[in-house]
């Protein structure tokens, strides 16, 4: 059998709100709002160029059960392209697009295979030999019990064999776990590739065959950080070579910044800036954290002199000059903690919080989970979930409800 080339991709969250960014200009809102859209745009792109043999979407195309048109609408068009190419594609639905969800449905090409709730194969004939592609789709938002063992055992030795799933390794309690499988269980099915979805950071789980969670195809927030993308894939006679192609339109990331030296305002605005132009030239656009680090004596007094909203604002007016985005998010100063010390009542509500169970979380948290609108675009609240707002909730208190001086 010759060389079968595909792309894998999943986790594309088309039409994600990007809640939480605040201060963007109205033209540097509309490029975050857009970033998901013009990234899978770019992936389109790059699939009509090459020409695959076929493209593979692992699940969560959309932000949630309730797709937005335009999201729809921009999918379509990606995929009339795709027809118009002559590439097939094969996608399932995750549990943020769930097959229970409610939208106004828009009639995708014939060149588009989706997998319905029901475990089933797929077989594509390509110039190289037939592909057997198994999968299955989300009937509802939370699959929790295991699917891998309704997913037959590869028996054609004449044809390829991939298996799509939309999950989680069983045991990593870093991430909402859905449709558990351990690797064991993937590699008993004798397939040639294991095309996953669900966790957004980019991972190689095996080698050989090759198991692998391409990330999500744009950051949308700090803990989406770095490059993000999707694979050009090639299998030919047991052997397999993975590209990983960029397509984030911006990138979340931290932006370094070394002070020593540093003694004035306008000697730490240029090192900020230069590092800025930095990273434009090598990633384009950015959501950013600065990190100010190795500041001597001199310069962390300086710094410890402004508020971090006024120096953040310089900052910000500073990148203005660049070609490309760089939006500062947040300011982290190396050697400085700020605020030294809590009001009381601060102190107080650090105190009450640090004894909160996640039954707490869940009794506080309740009115916003409930929320008919707002609930969509919120992930399941388990302890993961909840140490991680307790974090920010923190940071935010020491941040707000310090004493004057």
Same mark, same amino acid.
């Given at each position: ?377 919120? *992930? ?7 140490? *991680? ?5 923190? *940071? ?10």
């Amino acid at each position: 059998m010759g060389e079968i080339r595909f792309i894998h991709t999943a986790d594309l969250h088309l039409g994600s709100p990007f809640t939480g960014m605040r201060g963007l200009q109205p033209d540097q809102w509309k490029k975050l709002k857009d970033s998901t859209l013009d990234a899978f745009g770019r992936l389109i792109d790059y699939a009509v160029k090459e020409q695959p043999d076929f493209v593979l979407i692992a699940g969560d195309i959309y932000d949630g059960e309730d797709r937005s048109i335009r999201a729809q609408h921009r999918f379509q068009q990606g995929m009339q392209k795709l027809s118009e190419a002559g590439i097939p594609v094969v996608l399932s639905y995750g549990n943020h697009d769930h097959l229970s969800g409610k939208w106004t449905r828009f009639e995708l090409p014939e060149n588009v295979y989706a997998f319905d709730e029901a475990v089933s194969q797929i077989r594509l004939s390509t110039a190289n030999g037939d592909v057997v592609i198994t999968g299955f789709s989300y009937a509802q938002r939370h699959v929790k019990e295991p699917v891998i063992h309704q997913y037959p055992i590869a028996e054609e030795k004449d044809a390829v064999y991939i298996g799509m799933l939309h999950g989680s390794l069983e045991g990593d309690t870093a991430h909402a776990v859905y449709a558990p499988f351990t690797k064991q269980q993937l590699l008993s099915k004798n397939y040639d590739y294991w095309a996953l979805g669900h966790i957004h950071m980019r991972q190689l789980l095996h080698t050989d065959p090759p198991v692998i969670y391409p990330g999500n195809l744009q950051g949308r927030h700090k803990n989406e950080s770095g490059p993000k993308g999707f694979y050009d894939v090639r299998l030919s006679g047991g052997a397999s070579n993975l590209s990983f192609i960029p397509a984030s339109v911006l990138q979340f990331d931290e932006v370094m910044v070394d002070c020593s030296g540093i003694v004035h305002m306008n000697e730490l605005l240029d090192a900020c800036l230069a590092e800025a132009q930095e990273f434009t030239e090598q990633y384009g656009a950015g959501i950013v954290e600065v990190k100010l680090v190795n500041l001597n004596e001199e310069a962390q007094d300086m710094v410890k002199g402004i508020t971090e909203e006024e120096l953040m604002e310089t900052i910000r007016e500073s990148f203005s000059t660049l070609d490309d985005l760089v939006w500062v998010q947040s300011i982290a100063v190396d050697g400085i903690q700020t605020p030294a010390e809590l009001s009381p009542l601060g102190e107080e509500i650090m105190d009450r919080m640090a004894g909160w169970q996640l039954s707490d979380w869940k009794e506080v948290l309740k009115d916003l989970y409930r929320h008919p609108k707002g609930s969509r675009f919120l *992930e399941a609240l388990d302890p993961l979930k909840a140490t *991680e707002i307790q974090t920010a909730a923190a *940071e935010k208190i020491r941040r707000g409800m310090h004493l004057e001086e």
